[in-house]
Structures are given as structure tokens and as C-alpha cells.
């Protein structure tokens, strides 16, 4: 097989005095920070449909990078088959372990579902083959059930019974694939699951065929051997204008009000929830205090935009605050998929690898922050200190759901008025962050 990133080398941990645009400055694979290795603290996966598809098309404009990688024509198995090459040896000159796809990522569809399966089969066997004696494997996998005309009202949200069938062949057949090819996660993005108008909708029929669709995956997936985690993406609107997994605090009712939530995690995208008026963190404390957080998409909107931009992560202090959630979180039961994409003129292979690099820099520091928050402790230590009251013998009694309301009524009737208010320090708290993220970051 010919080397396709051609003059690409393997990129090497530099140091953040290097200029070398090619290596990383933060990410040292080796590196051991909080007992364990880096490599293993940041479990990255690479996106085959932004890395592998995506050609810098968008609405008003055609493609802009060329992603045939050698093969003759788009939309071939023998293109499948070069863009298999072209991940793997992306994935090896990284030093990334995992990839994760949707099932017509990785094959053309056809008309026919049954010549899309036969398909899916065959370029399986060649990832399998082609990743033989590598550490590489897939993360997670997934049916996309938004593209096809035939899901333009909805998937499990359909109101077309034949078409609820064509999902479940989908979903059936991705779920095959995914645990083929070793995957730990299965992931329902629920990219045309809400609606457009209630003119027409039955919200509640709608979401229990989701909740009926996801339970009957979970059965199947349990049944062919499938011990990993079921996920959910929220996403609160895009390309519906409502989305029924609006957010993680939303989905995570959901999955509780369907009897789910054994089986299912969080898989929280960083601009699914600024798009939800959220914080990235947010999302992912909602999800960790739920013992929800199952994995992440990690990449970052435009503060000056209001849609998915799906743009690779460069906000070090974001990617500080969701590594502290993921450490606490005692890691991720799946990984960190870059769901990032490269920008429409970033149009050359070696873009491709500076994307990579900046987005695996920016979570190795922030996971190098992480753990000095923790060693530093007075973030942590503020907040104990901030909920101190409750350790009274009327706080405890609170804690544990022994108080009553005349109890408390009384109390307050006894202070007549409470203590001055504490400050919550919030800039204090700000400056301290600032401080710590931009100390060094050397050993
Ligand atoms: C789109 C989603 C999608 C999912 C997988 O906004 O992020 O890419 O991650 O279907
Ligand atoms: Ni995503
Ligand atoms: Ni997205």
C-alpha cells in the first residue's frame, strides 16, 4: 500500500518550546499525570465522516478538498477502500487508537438496504483486515438516520410505519458492524428525532416509538454480544427546529421514564451544548452527578455563529474545565471523539494533521490543568468550605432527610434574621483558574 500522507511524519511529543508545527506540544503519550499514562488518560477517536468525508462543502459551495486519497472516483467501494487506507495510516502517524463512524461513512449507499449490508460486510472485513496487529479499533458506531430523503420526517419519529422498519434494518445492521469491529459504544444521535410543527406532530406517540426502538437495539445488541455502552447525543435543535434530546438533563428523563438508563450514558458534544445555552461543563456535570457521562464529542462552536460549526477544540480553558469533570468523572467509559471538522480553506492534507494536533494539545493541557486544580486544591477547597453550614446537626439532619418543616420553621423563628450572606468569590475563584492555567506545563 503507497504512503498517502505523503511528507506527513509521525508526529512526536516536542515540547511547548518547539516550533515545530508538526508535533505536539502538550500531548506526550508517555507522559504520567494523576497515576496514569496519558495515552490512557485521553483516549481520542478519530471521526471517519468529518476526517475521511467531510470535502469542504457547504451551502453555498462545492467541494474544496480533495479526499479521493488515490482513488479514482467518490462514491466507490474502491474510494471506501482508499479512505480505510488513508484513516489508518492518519490514526498510526497520530498515535490515535480509535475510530468512530456511521454506516454510510464507510460505504456508498445503494438503492437497495440489502446491497448497503452486503457492502458494509465487505469493507468491515477489510478494516479488520488492514487493522490487524495495530492497537487500532473502533470506538463507536452508528446508523445515520437523518441524510436518506426517506427519514425527512423523523427516524423512530416517524409517522411512517415502513420507514420506522428501514431505521431498525439500519440501526440492526450498524450494531452488527459495531461489535465486528470491537466497538465500545453505540451511539442514537437523534439528528431528525423532533419536529417541525405541532400542526402535524403526536409528541408522545413519537417519543415512545424512539424509546421502543431503543429498547429493542439494547435487546438485540445484548443478544449478539454487545457489552458496551448505549449513548445518547443531545442536540437541541439542527436540523429540526426542536429536538427531543434537547439537552443531557432531558435525555437523561427520558431515559429514566423508558426504564433506559441501565443501559445508556451521555455521549455530550462541547457545541450540542452551547447550542442549548449551555456550557460544555455544564452538560458534562449534569451528565457525571447522574452517573450518566458515557463519552464525549469533542470540538467547539463560534462564539459569532449560532450553528454546529463542529470546529476542532482551541479554547484551553473550556478544555481544562470538561477534563476536571472527566477526571472526576474517574474517566470515560468509551472515549473522546474529535466530531470536529477542518474549516472550508483549510483545504491540504497537512491541515488535516494540524487540526488533529491542536485539538489533542488542547486536551492534554487541559488535563495537565486538571490535575494541578486538584494538587492545588483551593478550587475544591473553597467549595467545601462554601456548603460548611450543613454540617450542623440541623444540616446533617437536612442531609438525610430527617428534618421536617416545622423543625426548620422554628430555627428561623429562633434567628429572627439569618447571618450576613458570604461572598461566593466568584472573581477571586476566576483569578485563581487563571493562575493555574497559565503557569507552565513542564514536568
Ligand atoms: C451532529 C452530530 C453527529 C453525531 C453522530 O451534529 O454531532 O455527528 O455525532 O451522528
Ligand atoms: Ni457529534
Ligand atoms: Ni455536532
Not at 480509535?98 to 438503492?111: I, K, N, Q, S, W
Not at 487500532?136 to 436518506?148: E, H, R, V, Y
Amino acid at each position: 500500500m503507497s504512503e498517502i500522507f505523503q511528507n506527513i511524519p509521525e508526529i512526536k511529543f516536542e515540547g511547548s518550546k518547539s516550533k515545530n508545527p508538526l508535533s505536539f506540544k502538550y500531548y506526550d503519550p508517555e507522559r504520567v499525570v494523576l497515576g496514569k499514562k496519558m495515552k490512557d488518560q485521553l483516549p481520542f477517536a478519530m471521526a471517519w465522516w468529518h476526517n475521511l468525508g467531510a470535502n469542504g462543502v457547504d451551502m453555498f459551495g462545492r467541494g474544496t478538498i480533495d479526499k479521493r486519497f488515490g482513488a479514482e472516483k467518490e462514491g466507490t467501494m474502491e474510494h471506501a477502500k482508499a479512505k480505510v487506507d488513508a484513516g489508518i495510516e492518519f490514526m498510526k502517524k497520530l498515535g490515535i487508537k480509535y475510530y468512530c463512524f456511521h454506516d454510510v461513512d464507510l460505504v456508498p449507499e445503494a438503492d437497495d438496504i440489502n446491497e448497503t449490508n452486503r457492502r458494509l460486510d465487505e469493507i468491515s472485513d477489510y478494516i479488520l483486515e488492514k487493522t490487524k496487529g495495530t492497537d487500532i479499533t473502533c470506538l463507536w458506531g452508528t446508523a445515520n438516520m437523518f441524510s436518506n430523503p426517506r427519514f425527512m420526517n423523523g427516524a423512530g419519529s416517524t409517522n411512517d410505519v415502513d420507514v420506522y422498519c428501514f431505521a431498525a434494518a439500519q440501526v440492526k445492521k450498524a450494531l452488527d458492524i459495531t461489535v465486528k469491529l470491537g466497538g465500545k459504544g453505540y451511539v442514537f444521535w437523534g439528528g431528525r428525532e423532533g419536529y417541525e410543527t405541532l400542526l402535524n406532530t403526536k409528541v408522545k406517540f413519537e417519543q415512545e416509538n424512539i424509546a421502543s426502538l431503543m429498547k429493542m437495539a439494547r435487546d438485540y445488541g445484548r443478544s449478539i454480544g454487545f457489552n458496551g455502552t448505549f449513548l445518547i447525543e443531545p442536540k437541541p435543535k439542527e436540523p429540526m427546529k426542536h429536538q427531543y434530546d434537547f439537552d443531557a438533563a432531558t435525555a437523561i428523563g427520558f431515559l429514566k421514564e423508558y426504564g433506559l438508563d441501565k443501559d445508556f450514558k451521555m455521549n455530550i458534544e462541547a457545541n450540542h451544548a452551547t447550542l442549548a445555552g449551555h456550557t460544555f461543563q455544564h452538560e458534562l456535570r449534569i451528565s457525571r452527578i447522574n452517573d450518566m457521562l458515557g463519552s464525549i464529542d469533542a470540538n467547539q462552536g463560534d462564539i459569532m455563529l449560532g450553528w454546529d460549526t463542529d470546529c476542532f477544540p482551541s479554547n484551553v480553558y473550556d478544555t481544562t474545565l470538561a477534563m476536571y469533570e472527566i477526571v472526576k468523572n474517574g474517566g470515560l467509559p468509551v472515549g473522546i471523539n474529535f466530531d470536529s471538522k477542518n474549516r472550508r480553506p483549510s483545504n491540504t492534507y497537512e491541515d488535516m494533521f494540524h487540526a488533529f494536533i491542536l485539538g489533542m494539545d488542547s486536551f492534554a493541557f487541559g488535563l495537565l490543568k486538571t490535575a494541578e486544580i486538584i494538587e492545588d486544591g483551593r478550587l475544591e477547597k473553597n467549595v467545601e468550605e462554601r456548603y460548611a453550614s450543613f454540617d450542623s446537626d440541623l444540616g446533617k439532619k437536612i442531609r438525610n432527610g430527617e428534618a421536617t418543616l416545622q423543625m426548620l420553621s422554628d430555627r428561623a423563628l429562633e434567628l429572627r434574621a439569618p447571618k450576613d450572606p458570604v461572598s461566593g468569590k466568584q472573581e477571586c475563584l476566576e483569578g485563581i483558574l487563571n493562575n493555574i492555567i497559565l503557569s507552565g506545563t513542564e514536568n
